[in-house]
């Protein structure tokens, strides 16, 4: 099963998600500094690095963010997807379009990702529904330093991926 972790803010989400061999990390655009974007990504290696665009009045930041950083993929709105496929013209990108609950990676062998929430699902629901790939949404610190990662390592034992 591959993993996405969405909306990355911190080295410690990051680091967590190259641990259990995500596929992809987004970094939402707009909700982050770029400079912190490139202090995580300069100390985790692994997933691919994916750009979550909720908005195209994010058009000039999200350009500008292609430039600077190691770019792999791009998560948008399926309403969204031709807008942003005209505005960031790199070949090599992965396209994911999300609606609500799941996300479909393009391409020749189609993906989706299904968001999921070990706050309302159990390991073993969420292991019986014989997913492709699913989602984890990251939550920002309350604590600098200190979060808790239980549901997610109670996940992963149960997927079998630790």
């Known amino acids: 099963m591959k993993l996405k972790f969405n909306h990355i803010q911190d080295l410690s ?20 500094p770029l400079g912190q974007v490139q202090e995580i990504i300069g100390w985790c290696a692994g997933p691919k ?12 930041m999200a350009m500008s963010w292609c430039d600077i950083l190691p770019v792999e993929a791009i998560e948008c709105r399926s309403a969204d997807l031709s807008f942003w496929q005209n505005t960031l013209t790199n ?3 992965e ?12 391409g020749s062998n189609p993906v989706t990702i299904t968001l999921v929430d070990p ?5 073993n629901e969420i292991k019986s529904m014989n997913l492709e790939a699913i989602s984890l949404n990251c939550e920002k ?8 990662y239980d ?7 149960t997927l079998e991926i630790w």
């Open 13 to 32: 989400d990051a680091r967590y998600a190259a641990a259990a061999m995500a596929e992809w990390i987004g970094f939402r655009v707009g909700d982050i």
């Open 49 to 60: 690095l994916t750009l979550e665009l909720h908005s195209t009045e994010l058009k000039d």
């Open 91 to 93: 070949p090599n990108y």
């Open 95 to 106: 396209w994911i379009m999300f609606d609500d609950t799941t996300a479909t990676v393009l």
């Open 119 to 123: 706050n309302l699902l159990a390991a």
């Open 141 to 148: 610190e309350t604590v600098v330093g200190m979060k808790n």
């Open 151 to 157: 549901l997610w390592n109670d996940l992963l034992e």
